[in-house]
């Protein structure tokens, strides 16, 4: 298995709405990440979790709420988004930790969310 | 991590070589260069690394200058499914500020 699963394809939310997106690897990979990407824009760093461990928060909302249940699972919840929160959502794993290693990321095709 | 500079857009005719540039010019020593394509609707999907030495693998190749200040990402023989954007990436592996931070990359069409 070479590949990172994210579910749901597609999600839309009220803004009161509480929801969670779901990312899988079985690659043995050490280190995963969530990335959100803008129409038009690159991809913007949010979450990295090292070895089930959240190492970086990129000063990310609190109503995104990050969550890595093992190593092969990595959770984003959802709760009170803003319509300006609708973007898709790519969930990336590294077989290295960041700063142990030079392999590349593997990403998800994402969740395309919108807030309504 | 070093910012990149690169072209916002290209062409190239199917069948020869892509050549995209990126320039680096302040990249510190211990960091890498890698290049990542995103084709439309689609996560971004890792190509090819180095360090300092020219590198291959079976998608591309990567040519970093002596002086490391920029370096060409080389598709040898473009099909229409190269069409993507290609994100050159600054990266200080084997740090402790080791992330993979993108930029607005070069939108490459490959035209029939």
């Known amino acids: 298995d070479t590949e990172v699963t994210q579910t749901p394809k597609h999600l839309v939310m009220g803004m009161t709405n509480k929801k969670s997106l779901k990312c899988e690897q079985h690659?043995?990979?050490?280190?995963m990440y969530w990335y959100k990407q803008k129409a038009k824009k690159p991809p913007e760093l949010m979450f990295v979790?090292?070895?089930?461990?959240?190492?970086i928060n990129e000063s990310v909302p609190s109503r995104f709420s990050p969550e890595c249940p093992n190593s092969s699972l990595l959770n984003l919840h959802l709760h009170a988004l803003q319509p300006e929160d609708s973007a898709l959502y790519l969930c990336?794993?590294?077989?290295?930790?960041?700063?142990?290693?030079?392999?590349?990321?593997?990403f998800g095709s994402g969740t395309r969310l919108t807030v309504v | 991590d070093a910012k990149t500079t690169q072209p916002p857009s290209m062409d190239c005719a199917e069948g020869r070589a892509a050549n995209l540039p990126c320039n680096h010019s302040?990249?510190?020593?211990?960091?890498?260069v890698y290049w990542y394509r995103q084709i439309h609707s689609q996560g971004p999907q890792y190509i090819i690394h180095?360090?300092?030495n020219n590198e291959t693998n079976e998608m591309a190749s990567l040519i970093i200058t002596e002086d490391r200040k920029s370096s060409t990402l080389i598709l040898p023989h473009a099909t229409l499914r190269d069409t993507a954007v290609y994100y050159c990436?600054?990266?200080?592996?084997?740090?402790?500020?080791?992330?993979?931070?993108f930029g607005p990359g070069t939108s490459l069409s490959v035209i029939p």
């Open positions: 690659m043995g990979h050490r280190a």
């Open positions: 302040t990249i510190s020593g211990n960091e890498y």
């Open positions: 180095g360090l300092k």
């Open positions: 990436i600054v990266r200080a592996t084997k740090t402790s500020y080791d992330k993979v931070i």
């Open positions: 990336a794993s590294s077989l290295d930790a960041p700063g142990q290693g030079t392999h590349g990321y593997t």
């Open positions: 979790y090292s070895y089930e461990k959240l190492s």
